[in-house]
């Protein structure tokens, strides 16, 4: 299947609605296309070194505003995992590039012992933040693709939860995390949002950020 690529430094998941502000001719016309046809389009994540094998695909929700200039604000949401296997810089008549995708299989089976455990930690530090991460009551793509824009990830960190294929491996990669990120917050003297810069809690696109895990 071919994919129109729109490549950010940053990494999107399903469910996760993202607000995009439109300025470069190429994706103005990408864009355009999407909200005429109702199509959609994919984000891989720019790295240093190229562009990351997966990225996820959007679809666009609302465009919230025009400028006289061309430039554009939509709010976007993604859909499905999917992995590049041709990428294509150029693509005939067009501005953008794009790409032959193939989507990333999808298991939403739990381990209802470790989800448990999972939302446990959870409960603590959302005490300890004095903060609520928001859970709804029906997650359409998963608890951890839920949480993974919210508690901290770096981006590599995040690309790897993208790659993994079932439910239960995502919450396993995430559950180490903030493990460690419930014991720097109980070593705190006071229940705090923030926390110090090597232990992170400075919040990432108005979501709370909470400390990395090594991998």
Do not use: C
């Not at 939509?74 to 995708?101: C, H, P, W």
């Not at 448990?116 to 693709?145: T, W």
């Not at 995040?158 to 239960?168: F, G, H, I, Y």
């Amino acid at each position: 299947m071919f994919l129109p690529l729109f490549p950010l430094s940053l990494v999107a998941f399903p469910g996760e609605e993202l607000p995009l502000h439109i300025f470069e001719p190429r994706y103005r016309q990408l864009i355009a296309e999407s909200v005429d046809n109702e199509t959609t389009f994919g984000i891989p994540t720019l790295l240093q070194g190229g562009l990351a094998e997966h990225g996820t695909e959007v679809e666009v929700l609302k465009v919230l505003k025009h400028y006289d200039s061309g430039k554009s604000d939509v709010m976007t949401r993604g859909t499905a995992v999917f992995r590049i296997k041709n990428f294509q810089k150029n693509v005939d008549d067009k501005l953008y590039s794009g790409g032959e995708i193939e989507y990333q299989p999808y298991d939403p089976a739990v381990d209802n012992r470790q989800q448990d455990e999972l939302l446990a930690v959870l409960e603590k530090i959302e005490k300890r933040l004095v903060q609520n991460l928001g859970l709804p009551d029906q997650l359409e793509h998963g608890l951890s693709f839920f949480l993974a824009p919210r508690i901290g990830l770096e981006t590599l960190q995040k690309l790897k939860l993208l790659s993994l294929t079932d439910e239960t491996q995502r919450q396993a990669y995430i559950l180490p995390h903030l493990q460690r990120a419930l014991h720097i917050l109980e070593k705190q003297k006071a229940p705090s949002n923030h926390l110090s810069s090597n232990g992170g809690l400075n919040g990432d696109n108005g979501h709370t950020s909470i400390p990395p895990t090594a991998n």
